[in-house]
Structures are given as C-alpha cells and as structure tokens.
T-cell receptor
Framework: EPEVTQTPSHQVTQMGQEVILRCVPI?????FYWYRQILGQKVEFLVS????????KSEIFDDQFSVERPDGSNFTLKIRSTKLEDSAMYFC????????????FGEGSWLTVV | KQEVTQIPAALSVPEGENLVLNCSFT??????LQWFRQDPGKGLTSLLL?????REQTSGRLNASLDKSSGRSTLYIAASQPGDSATYLC????????????FGKGTHLIIQP
C-alpha cells in the first residue's frame, strides 16, 4: 500500500521561530496538499501544489507560510515566524490526478508552539 | 462558501448494530464527496468516494449515498465491530481538486464490545 510520509511526527517550537515540516508524497502522484487540524476543530485546507507551483491557497495560508518541492521527492511547508495559534496537526496529502482519484494523507506532524 | 455539517457529533452503539452517519453540505455544486476515517492521533484514510453523478458507493460493510440536490450524504455501517471505532469525516470537493476539500467536524463513533 503506497503511503505519504511526514516528518517530524511532533515538534515543539518557541513562538517566533521558523518551522519546516516535511512530506514525501507517493512517487507517481502529481498534486500535493497541506491541511491542518487545530485540536477539536475541522480539518482545513491550506494549499495545493501542482507542476512546481501553488494552484490554490486558502485564507489561512498567508505570507507566513510557504511551500516548496526542493528535490522532486520532498514537499515542505515552512512557517516563517510561528504564532501560538499555529499549534495544530499538519497533514500532507497527495493525489495522482484530479477528477475523483483517491487522496492519500500522511500521518501528520503535530506542531506545538509555546 | 461551502459548509459541511455532520450529525451526530458522537455516537456509541453496541457491537453488531447497523448505523447511519449523516453529512450535509450547503452548496450542491460539488465534484465529489468522500468519507474518511481518522483514528486518534493518526492521519485520514479514505473510505469511499462518490462522484457527483453517482448515487452511492459500497465497500464491504460500508455504503455511502449521495443526494446532491438536497445536499446530503449518509454513511451506512452494517454489523458494526469494535474495530470500527474511530472518527468519521465527510468532505466535499467543490473546486475540482485544486481548491482542496471542505471537511465536516466528524462523528466520533464508539462500538461497545
């Protein structure tokens, strides 16, 4: 069974610090996503990425966030200056192509900002 | 803006019962609807995907229906087992994939042995 892998599984960081969350999508997938889930709340879409550029982004994905696919396998989410309210589980997901294919989520990276 | 609501928020039933989880969405212009399972502290696993042109999908003991015009979907679980205990999330794709999925808050299901 193919899987999306994410690292780290858990990170604690001080407010104002930069954080990079890493994801390895499934190898033949073309569309990549980041979602987040604040404890007790809904899973929320952050950004979609295709062909080495952002396809869409939500209101949450402000200038503090950026994504990159640096080497053809990793897909990263960077938060430049973390805030307390950035504490959440961040999920990476990938899909082979749009139009109704199964989306695969990673196990998540739990970010705690203190 | 698409909103997804799931009822009930939590459900506890004895093993062996059949049960129905409900999902409603405000904008019927969707591409597809998916049901996911989330175990505590884990990622999301896709269970069933229903295209907008379909009425239902089945996988084993799971059956999902879609009534797009009324903005409703149900997930039917037959002969529930303790291993079915998890949070079940409903999500709609309103933008063809690029816009991401809009999720409900989920139904926390406990199956009592």
């Amino acid at each position: 069974e193919p899987e999306v892998t994410q690292t780290p599984s858990h990170q604690v960081t001080q407010m104002g610090q930069e954080v990079i969350l890493r994801c390895v999508p499934i190898s033949n997938h073309l569309y990549f996503y980041w979602y987040r889930q604040i404890l007790g709340q809904k899973v929320e879409f952050l950004v979609s990425f295709y062909n080495n550029e952002i396809s869409e982004k939500s209101e949450i994905f402000d200038d503090q966030f950026s994504v990159e696919r640096p080497d053809g396998s990793n897909f990263t989410l960077k938060i430049r200056s973390t805030k307390l309210e950035d504490s959440a589980m961040y999920f990476c997901a990938s899909i082979r192509s749009q139009g109704g294919n199964t989306i695969y989520f990673g196990e998540g990276s739990w970010l705690t900002v203190v | 803006k698409q909103e997804v609501t799931q009822i009930p928020a939590a459900l506890s039933v004895p093993e062996g019962e059949n049960l129905v989880l409900n999902c409603s969405f405000t904008d019927s212009a969707i591409y597809n609807l998916q049901w996911f399972r989330q175990d505590p502290g884990k990622g999301l696993t896709s269970l069933l995907l229903i295209q907008s042109s379909q009425r239902e999908q089945t996988s084993g003991r799971l059956n999902a229906s879609l009534d797009k015009s009324s903005g409703r979907s149900t997930l039917y679980i037959a002969a529930s087992q303790p291993g079915d205990s998890a949070t079940y999330l409903c999500a709609v794709d309103s933008g063809g994939g690029a816009d991401g999925l809009t999720f409900g808050k989920g139904t926390h299901l406990i199956i009592q042995p």
